[in-house]
């Protein structure tokens, strides 16, 4: 029983830094905050205590708003030929 409950914790030590490597870290890399800056969606600043810092300057567009409407044509009402052919 000790050594399925410690094997349970363990998976969720793993799980949870994996998770954490994944992420996390990619998400604070100063790499991928240069790859915005160059595409026109950030930039860097100086505060007044002259730390650099970083920040959005355009509002990140969700998947939501990126779904387009699809327009069916109308079905056109068509003439009865089946009355033509008698």
Known sequence: MKLSFLSGMLCGVIMSAAATFTLTIPGTNDHWRMEIVN???GTWYFDKNGHLGWRWTVRPISERAR????????????SDSSRERL
Do not use: K
């Open 67 to 78: 779904s387009v409407r699809i327009s069916l044509p109308q079905p056109q009402p068509s």
């Open 39 to 41: 595409r026109g969606g």
